[in-house]
Structure formats: structure tokens, C-alpha cells
Nanobody, 123 residues
Framework: QVQLQESGGGLVQTGGSLRLSCVAS????????MFWFRQAPGKEREFVSS????????TMGDSVKGRFTISRDNARNTVYLQMDSLNPEDTATYYC????????????????WGKGTLVTVSS
């Protein structure tokens, strides 16, 4: 069974940057499509970005396009989310996930989840 572990969250001021990491174990990382989701208090879990086996990227949502960049390092079994120009609306728990294909981004379609890492952006 695949296990995912996020890290890199914390407290940052408006306009700052963070890089989240997610390390996968227990499976063949190169076969996985990797995703980042986030969930703010009182809100639904929201798709942020995904990256395919060969590096194909999808980033959805006007609020994050141009500010967040997903990448993967297959040699390290790791996916990253670089977050720039952060604002308080980005405050959320960020979750790493693995899913079957690039064609769907719904949370219920994911096969594996990390436990999340909290990002707090102060005003």
C-alpha cells in the first residue's frame, strides 16, 4: 500500500513563499499520478494541481494559477508544490494524494492520501 507524507507547511506572511513536499513509499512512484488538494476551515476539499507520470501538469482555479507550481522528482519519490505570493485565502491544510489518471480531479477518485500539512498565511 502506498503511503504519502507531506511536509513544509507553516506560518508565512502575506506575499511570502513556501515549498511543500510529499514523499511516497510502498509503491512504484513513477506509475502514480500525483495531486495536491487543500481544505480551509468550513470549506470543501479543493483540487489545486496535479502532475502525471511524464510531467504533464494541470493547475485549476484562478486563485492559484500563476502562483503555485507543481513538480516531481522521481528519483526521490517526491512531489513538490511551490507556493508564491501567498495571501490569507491560501490558509488551509494541504493534502498530497495519488490517483489513477489525469482525467479526474475529484477527491473521491483518489486512491491514497497523506495526512496533510497546515499552511497559515497572516495578514
Amino acid at each position: 500500500q502506498v503511503q504519502l507524507q507531506e511536509s513544509g507547511g507553516g506560518l508565512v506572511q502575506t506575499g511570502g513563499s513556501l515549498r511543500l513536499s510529499c514523499v511516497a513509499s510502498g509503491g512504484t512512484f513513477t506509475t502514480l499520478v500525483m495531486f495536491w488538494f487543500r481544505q480551509a476551515p468550513g470549506k470543501e476539499r479543493e483540487f489545486v494541481s496535479s502532475i502525471g507520470r511524464g510531467g504533464t501538469i494541470i493547475t485549476m482555479g484562478d486563485s492559484v494559477k500563476g502562483r503555485f507550481t507543481i513538480s516531481r522528482d522521481n528519483a526521490r519519490n517526491t512531489v513538490y508544490l511551490q507556493m508564491d505570493s501567498l495571501n490569507p485565502e491560501d490558509t488551509a491544510t494541504y493534502y498530497c494524494a495519488a490517483g489513477p489518471t489525469m482525467s479526474t480531479m475529484e477527491p473521491h477518485r483518489m486512491d491514497y492520501w497523506g495526512k496533510g500539512t497546515l499552511v497559515t498565511v497572516s495578514s
